[in-house]
């Protein structure tokens, strides 16, 4: 029988701490302009979600 668990050393999770890392690492400056380009990201995906809820009524 196979045991079943997570592998917690996927490539994946390897990939996530070194974004982590890279973050980590910015000068201030850098981390402002992270924190913008996120903030619009994240408008962007809500404001195109709050397009597809209005189009469904």
């Known amino acids: 029988m196979k ?3 997570i592998n917690p050393f996927t490539e994946e999770i390897f990939e ?3 974004k982590v890392a890279e973050i980590a690492k910015f000068t201030s400056e850098e981390l402002v302009e992270y ?3 996120l903030k619009i990201y994240r408008d962007n ?6 397009a597809k809820e209005k189009r469904k009524l």
């Open 3 to 5: 045991a079943k668990y």
């Open 16 to 18: 996530e701490a070194f």
């Open 35 to 37: 924190e913008e380009s």
């Open 45 to 50: 995906i809500n404001v195109i979600e709050t």
